[in-house]
């Protein structure tokens, strides 16, 4: 899996153009509507390779894939709602409290702390399950369904597939951070980094979601066979 996830990129039939757009749209993130449009190839990358399709997508229909990036970004800061509010009302409280009641305070920012790092955690460990739910129906809602979820993330397949796609991230930081100390072509070359990272740590959680669920690569019953707007 770690291997076919490192060249699946490169193996598409346009994967020269893939690689160039993608990393200039990642460039660009900054002007907004461009970082969506990447969401929006990460989703539907996270789609086919769930359904079993190893061929990686082109960016084309850039209307759908400008929607899907929307969709992928509402539910990656809906998951991170729950930490942000927790960070503000203890860490935050902790803070402003720390001169009239020092212990209090320490104690409120420490307990914050705590919670903000574990629900931090189990958001970033669910979030990539739920956006292959989104992928393949094309419901925002079906990232929500946890019913359908919980079995999935309870695997060893998903899991082990989530701390390899983790350990990916991790390397293409460290590596993106080495390359931006180089002007401009460095940091030119971090994003192309960034991009690819993110695509292939895409097929690593949408293989492992796959393997993990009870009902295979390409039948999910409990997944609408369209692909509404919502």
Known sequence: MFEDSLTYLTDGDDAVRTVLVGGLL??????IVPAVLVQ???LRVLGRV???DTDPPVFDDWGALAVDGVKALVVAVVYGIVPAVLAVAFVGGGVAVADSAPFVGALATLVGAALVLVTAAAALYVAPAALVRLARSGRVGAAFEFDALRPVLARREYATGWLIA????LVAGLL???LAAVPVLG???AVFVGFYAQVTAAYLYATSYAEASDRGLRTEPDLDEGRPVV
């Open 26 to 31: 990642s460039a660009l993130g900054f002007l």
């Open 40 to 42: 929006g190839y990460v």
């Open 50 to 52: 769930a359904d079993g």
């Open 166 to 169: 983790l350990g990916v991230l």
């Open 176 to 178: 993106g951070s080495a």
């Open 187 to 189: 940091w030119l070359a």
